[in-house]
């Protein structure tokens, strides 16, 4: 009974860094298979990676999909997406050659403006999806290739597919009903012969093994402010842990050999060491509503964030007035309960959070109702449960260091006098 209990405890607290995310519980990115055609030892492929997750978004350098073929397949020719290496295609003289004849081929997105007629639909983005809140046009990246394996061979569906992502783990492919495809304005449907889905999913752990962001809270109410956590996602000192202080020039850094992986973080000095700090301050109170500000710190010296987004929760966003500056809304998962929301910057605007500087940051004010009944600013009420960036969940304050509501009780002691002659008119009366 004890072990069952225990079991239920540690099922009930699984967090999004073990790939769960009760946020978005049915978030994952789905590559899907197409076997368009077969004929003579060669197939046509149809491949369409989809990004079904609310708010988290695949940006530069972009997806980077791989698999293993089962027998000696090889890609005869592509559109929408090229394979990173031709490998060894000596088995081929005399003839043309295939575009890979990789055994693990690294298949990555074409880039904006690539030739025509090596287009496909939803293709050329440089292998960046947006999330499904932010912008469903592109959410969607498709390629097409013609893959062979020797005469009359049948075709087989490859396996251990990656991304190419820190975080993301795919699953084994399994059969799905073929899809569907609409021509001539709808009037006609084709669809394949056969398809395959992959499952993709995200994990903060295994994105990365510290966090990647912090809060600190303020309030009109009280004098102190409260600070990210000391060393909330590394610590001045350690080893791998790289900053600089105000006043130096940043190092140099070497030039990626290959273009296609992340630039390495470097922050500013600070006793939190995150690269994304986000600052929740409770700014004034009306007769009826209440105003918080909200503003992302970029502490990153060489990186912008593209396509940035926030999600918050918080008991009050069901009442949640107005936005300035943000775009927002709510992510309401369970039913008529709406204490989640999601911003994210406004395109042309502060839809690019600039790297550390004085530009480097960006800023919203929004305004709350006072729900009858609800509405606090005791115990910390004020403040938000959880805050992510880019999906990532962001090291929160220590609820009881959350900025207090003064004193409310007596504010002058009764002076020395006054208490003798408060405790001898109490004496009296209980005589």
């Excluded at 003064?406 to 003798?420: D, E, V, W």
């Amino acid at each position: 009974m004890v072990l069952a209990l225990i079991f239920l405890f540690l099922l009930s607290s699984l967090s999004l860094s073990y790939g769960y995310d009760p946020l978005d519980p049915r978030g994952n990115i789905t590559i899907k298979w197409d076997l368009m055609q077969s004929n003579g030892g060669t197939n046509d492929i149809r491949v369409s990676l989809l990004n079904f997750q609310l708010y988290r978004h695949i940006e530069r350098p972009g997806w980077r999909l791989g698999w293993d073929w089962i027998g000696d397949e090889v890609i005869w020719s592509m559109q929408g997406a090229e394979a990173t290496e031709q490998g060894n295609c000596t088995r081929f003289k005399g003839g043309a050659l295939p575009h890979c004849c990789e055994k693990t081929p690294a298949i990555v997105d074409l880039l904006p403006g690539a030739p025509y007629n090596m287009q496909t639909s939803n293709c050329c983005k440089g292998g960046v999806l947006t999330s499904m809140v932010q912008d469903l046009s592109k959410y969607v990246s498709v390629f097409q290739m013609n893959i062979g394996a020797g005469k009359d061979s049948d075709f087989a569906m490859p396996e251990n597919f990656t991304l190419g992502i820190p975080g993301y783990s795919c699953g084994a492919a399994f059969r799905v009903a073929p899809s569907r495809y609409s021509s001539d304005g709808g009037r006609r449907w084709t669809q394949a012969l056969e398809t395959w889905n992959v499952t993709c999913v995200y994990s903060q752990f295994l994105s990365s093994s510290s966090p990647k962001c912090c809060v600190s809270l303020s309030a009109f109410y009280n004098s102190s402010i409260v600070p990210c956590p000391k060393c909330s996602c590394s610590c001045q000192g350690l080893p791998g842990s790289k900053c600089v202080k105000f006043g130096d020039t940043p190092p140099l850094l070497q030039q990626l050999k290959d273009p296609n992986q992340v630039q390495p973080s470097l922050v500013r000095c600070s006793q939190h060491m995150c690269p994304i700090r986000i600052h929740w301050h409770v700014k004034q109170s009306y007769k009826e509503y209440w105003r918080v500000k909200i503003t992302v710190n970029n502490m990153n010296i060489i990186r912008n964030y593209s396509q940035w987004n926030l999600v918050a929760l918080h008991p009050n966003f069901k009442s949640l007035t107005q936005v300035f500056s943000f775009n927002y809304q709510p992510l309401n998962q369970y039913s008529i309960i709406n204490d989640t929301g999601m911003f994210w910057g406004i395109q042309y605007y502060n839809d690019m959070l600039l790297q550390e500087g004085k530009s480097g940051n960006v800023q919203t004010e929004m305004l709350l109702h006072k729900d009858p009944g609800m509405f606090t600013f005791r115990e910390g009420w004020g403040f938000p449960r959880r805050i992510l960036f880019n999906g990532d969940e962001c090291v929160m304050p220590p609820p009881d260091h959350y900025p207090r509501l003064p004193n409310s009780g007596i504010s002058n002691k009764l002076s020395l006098p006054a208490f003798f002659f408060s405790l001898l008119f109490l004496l009296i009366i209980l005589c």
